[in-house]
């Protein structure tokens, strides 16, 4: 079946660490992008991807950084340069002008 | 940037009541789209909305696209206990430009259902 798989669901690094959150689909979806929600917050854009090797930064990007190597995949670093990393991270994917997002179930990071 | 401004921010009702829940915007969006957030889960989408004035039906949920097009609302008919979760409308604005096929989302509705 085809998807979109956020891995690992539950991640606890201590603080300093650099820690990165993968993300692929199979879906052959062109575009990919990457939100935080903190709790009963809303979904803030770190960065997106419209096509593999390009990306752009969202409304919250310092202290992240991504690439995108290859269409299926677009893994989330989370450096130590971000202040408040403790969050549920979310992945998703679409094709542009079509339905909407097909989301992953999220990784929720705790850094203590 | 665009902006969607989603009210209420949570509902607390009895189980079997009505639900109403809606977004507005600054700007002009081409489609509206309504997803639900189950606890610890990615959203999930309900329904879309492509033109102005549709109202479209998906089982208790009712959803329509502002004649403006600036505003949409979700209702929710009869709700049951596993309706909880969180609410997000989402709008897409017009092609082209570096935001083409960038949803922009309301901040969300946290609704509590008691049985």
């Known amino acids: 079946d085809g998807g979109i798989t956020q891995s690992p669901k539950y991640l606890f690094r201590k603080e300093g660490q650099n820690v990165t959150l993968s993300c692929e689909q199979n879906l052959n979806h062109d575009a990919m992008y990457w939100y935080r929600q903190d709790p009963g917050q809303g979904l803030r854009l770190i960065y997106y991807?419209?096509?593999?090797?390009?990306?752009q930064k969202g409304d919250i990007a310092e202290g992240y950084s991504v690439s995108r190597e290859k269409k299926e995949s677009f893994p989330l670093t989370v450096t130590s340069a971000q202040k408040n990393p403790t969050a549920f991270y979310l992945c998703?994917?679409?094709?542009?002008?079509?339905?909407?997002?097909?989301f992953g179930s999220g990784t929720r990071l705790t850094v203590v | 940037g665009q902006q969607l401004n989603q009210s209420p921010q949570s509902m607390f009702i009895q189980e079997g009541e009505d639900v109403s829940m809606n977004c507005t915007s600054s700007?002009?969006?081409?489609?509206w789209l309504w997803y639900k957030q189950d606890p610890g889960e990615g959203p999930v989408l309900l329904i879309a909305l492509y033109k102005a004035g549709e109202l479209t039906s998906n089982g208790r949920l009712t959803a329509q696209f502002g004649i403006t097009r600036k505003d949409s609302f979700l209702n929710i008919s009869a709700s049951i206990p596993s309706d909880v979760g969180i609410y997000f409308c989402a709008g897409r604005g017009n092609a082209g430009g570096t935001s083409y096929g960038k949803l922009t989302f309301g901040q969300g509705t946290i609704l509590t259902v008691h049985p």
């Open positions: 991807s419209q096509i593999v090797n390009d990306f």
């Open positions: 700007s002009i969006f081409n489609t």
């Open positions: 998703a994917s679409s094709i542009p002008d079509t339905i909407g997002y097909t």
